[in-house]
Structure formats: C-alpha cells, structure tokens
C-alpha cells in the first residue's frame, strides 16, 4: 500500500516562503507521475505541479511563477518550494502519486493547510 504524508504547511504573511514535503513510501521513479494539488476554501482541487518519475517536471498554466517543485528519491520526497506567497494562495495543499503499471494506483494523501494572511 503507498503512503504519501505532507508536511511543511503553516501560517505565514504575505510575501512569505514554505517549503512543503510530500514523503512517498516508494522510489519516486516507480511513478509516473508525482504531483502537488491544492484546494482553496470553497472551490475545486487544482493541479499546482508535478514531476515524472524521469525527473522531468511541469506546471499548470494557471499557476504562478512563484512555484518550484523537485523531487529527492534517495529521501523518496517531493518538494514544492512557494515564495512569495499570497492570500489567494490560502488552500490545503495535497501530494499525489499515479502509477499505471503493477501496482498500479492513484494514491493521495491526506493534505497540508496553508494560510496566508495579508
């Protein structure tokens, strides 16, 4: 069974950083696919970035700039690095894992919320 754990979300004022930490109880080359969703109050889940399990990664054209994701597979983590945050960047932020072949899966986890106060 995969398990991906985040941390790293907290409280922070605008123009602020976090680093968030997606722990994946698997090689991260043993996925397709790695990504980093968020869901702000009261709207849908949105892809923010992902990495491959070749290390190549990509981000959604709606996401700003701001954004880095990255991936250590010899801590089998992924990272999303967020700077200058902003109040519309208030969401709970979750780590996903596709993988089409055997096991194959989509696995979440469970989410981390950030709050960014103006």
């Known amino acids: 069974q995969v398990q991906l754990v985040e941390s790293g979300g907290g409280l922070v004022q605008a123009g602020g950083s976090l680093r968030l930490s997606c722990e994946v109880s698997d090689r991260i080359y043993r996925f397709n696919v790695v990504s980093w969703y968020r869901q702000p109050p009261g709207k849908q889940r949105e892809l923010v970035a992902f990495i491959t399990g070749g290390g190549n990664t990509g981000y959604s054209h709606s996401m700003p700039g701001r954004f880095t994701i990255s991936g250590d597979n010899d801590k089998n983590t992924v990272y999303l690095q967020m700077n200058r945050l902003r109040p519309e960047d208030t969401a709970v932020y979750y780590c996903?894992?596709?993988?089409?072949?055997?096991?194959?899966?989509?696995?979440w986890g469970q989410g981390t919320q950030v709050t960014v106060s103006s």
């Open positions: 996903n894992a596709n993988r089409t072949w055997f096991p194959s899966g989509v696995y």
